[in-house]
């Protein structure tokens, strides 16, 4: 339980995908989901080389995204526990990510100015904007 509190202290953000699992990410690199009603760590995720940012949950439950200073984004299986695919592109900090709730696509948004959207089954980045260029026009 201390090292569960640690996390807790530690950590930057918490999503409930229902009500009894929860995610949590933190500056250790690592992403756990726990059983909100006992507080135990179901699994930990660990496969990002520098602090994760934010995460989603993909609208069918089985997969998580976990963004990362590391400039990548992690697909994750909630099944196996293990990354499916890591998705390279962003050349800064991904610091935001969302899924669209009616498809595959995930969005992301990084410190290189930009936001991509993904097909996550694919593993391909589909669009890029660079905000620095469409801010106010």
């Given at each position: 339980?201390?090292?569960?509190?640690?996390?807790?202290?530690?950590?930057?953000?918490?999503?409930?995908?229902?009500?009894?699992?929860?995610?949590?990410?933190?500056?250790?690199?690592?992403?756990?989901?726990?059983?909100?009603?006992?507080g135990e760590i179901i699994r930990t995720f660990?496969?990002?080389?520098?602090?994760?940012?934010?995460?989603?949950?993909?609208?069918?439950?089985?997969?998580?995204?976990?963004?990362?200073?590391?400039?990548?984004?992690?697909?994750?299986?909630?099944?196996?526990?293990?990354?499916?695919?890591?998705?390279?592109?962003?050349?800064?900090?991904?610091?935001?990510?969302?899924?669209?709730?009616?498809?595959?696509?995930?969005?992301?948004?990084?410190?290189?100015?930009?936001?991509?959207?993904?097909?996550?089954?694919?593993?391909?980045?589909?669009?890029?904007?660079?905000?620095r260029d469409n801010l106010f026009g």
């Amino acid at each position: 339980m201390v090292l569960s509190l640690l996390h807790l202290v530690c950590g930057r953000q918490i999503h409930f995908y229902n009500v009894s699992l929860m995610l949590f990410q933190g500056a250790d690199k690592l992403v756990k989901l726990w059983d909100a009603n006992n507080g135990e760590i179901i699994r930990t995720f660990e496969g990002h080389e520098e602090g994760i940012s934010d995460i989603a949950w993909s609208s069918d439950g089985d997969h998580l995204a976990s963004a990362s200073d590391d400039k990548t984004i992690i697909i994750w299986s909630l099944e196996l526990g293990t990354a499916a695919r890591t998705l390279i592109g962003h050349t800064n900090f991904v610091f935001c990510l969302n899924y669209n709730p009616n498809s595959n696509l995930l969005v992301s948004g990084g410190y290189d100015e930009t936001v991509r959207v993904w097909d996550v089954a694919r593993g391909l980045r589909l669009y890029i904007t660079f905000l620095r260029d469409n801010l106010f026009g």
